[in-house]
């Protein structure tokens, strides 16, 4: 059987492979030719949202697509650079830390697009920009877990206090408050996008101090929830299904980059791409943001949280309703 995305481990060779698979960039309207740049593994669940996005498009015939991941910040412009020259059609990746370095990349390859994970502006007329903005689902979270608390002491597991993160912080607590202003926070930081064992320790130090609530912003949290017997909720994919969250994680802040995927695509086919700042793309307006089932945690959920959850989710799609956006570092409040 043959596999539908060829993964590129050993980047020593990816350059030979992909001059042979990238041969000339692609007519407009025809199926595109479009690589993914990964620095972690594709199990990282920040990845993992990019990687099923495209491999999504692939397997409806969208796209041709290749990609790297592992690929260190030393090596990325190596990487990207390679990718430029094998005839690829648009790159997908991230340049966080190497926002200057990957601009000028796109200003040799101008004839390329580029949609790259990044804090800031869009840069000349092919370098677009995304982020993560789940903040309205997490706000939505937020208003759930302050009803559900106890000890109103929630605690929250992070990888960086950068503003992708800090914002979903700030959102979660915000919502909390809404409905139990009393609540304490708990914020942990764990200087790691992928340590499962670390998070879990951090997880467990918040439990000793009296959190019976935990916002698993990183891998590892909800095993500590599990082993300890409280409630979780999750962040970026659906942690209740695909990480062991049954009767711990109550629901999650999801991300989807479905809607900005198809987007850049059909900016490509059409000769249209520019550089643009791709935000809206991924908030609940556009389908970029949602929040998860409730599954075995739906009639736990007191009836009118639940209600307050469903007329906001419409507020925030119809635009009556802004959740603020708030990318300070969040620190505990006890």
């Not at 991924?282 to 409730?294: D, H, N």
Request: include cysteine; glycine fraction near 8%; charge should be neutral.
């Amino acid at each position: 059987m043959v596999k539908s995305v060829t993964k590129f481990v050993g980047t020593l060779v990816l350059s030979v492979v992909a001059l042979a698979v990238f041969s000339t960039g692609s007519p407009a309207g025809d199926k595109i030719k479009v690589a993914g740049i990964y620095t972690q593994p594709i199990q990282q669940k920040w990845d993992a949202r990019l990687h099923s996005a495209l491999n999504k498009a692939f397997e409806e015939g969208k796209i041709e697509y290749k990609y790297s991941e592992k690929v260190s910040n030393s090596d990325y412009v190596r990487v990207l650079r390679e990718y430029a020259e094998s005839g690829v059609d648009l790159i997908v990746g991230e340049a966080f830390g190497i926002s200057r370095e990957a601009r000028k990349v796109a200003d040799d390859y101008k004839k390329i697009a580029f949609l790259m994970g990044d804090p800031f502006k869009p840069h000349g007329s092919n370098f677009a920009v995304f982020d993560n903005y789940i903040h309205e689902p997490c706000f939505l979270m937020g208003i759930i877990a302050g009803s559900m608390t106890k000890t109103n002491q929630i605690g929250m597991v992070g990888g960086y206090p950068i503003g992708e993160v800090n914002r979903l912080f700030h959102a979660f607590m915000d919502g909390a408050k809404t409905v139990n202003p009393d609540i304490k926070f708990k914020v942990t930081f764990i200087g790691s996008w992928f340590d499962p064992p670390k998070a879990k320790e951090a997880a467990f130090a918040q439990i000793e101090a009296g959190v019976d609530v935990l916002y698993a912003e990183r891998a590892g949290v909800v095993d500590a929830a599990r082993a300890k017997g409280i409630i979780a909720f999750g962040n970026v994919n659906d942690m209740n299904k695909e990480e062991n969250g049954k009767n711990v994680v109550v629901t999650s802040a999801l991300w989807h980059m479905e809607s900005a995927i198809d987007h850049a695509i059909k900016a490509v086919q059409a000769k249209t791409f520019k550089a643009e700042n791709y935000k809206d793309w991924t908030m609940m307006a556009k389908g970029g943001a949602s929040l998860a089932p409730y599954y075995e945690f739906s009639d736990k959920i007191p009836a009118d949280i639940k209600a307050k959850v469903e007329k906001l989710t419409k507020d925030i799609k119809s635009g009556s309703y802004t959740v603020t956006i708030n990318d300070k570092e969040p620190k505990s409040t006890y």
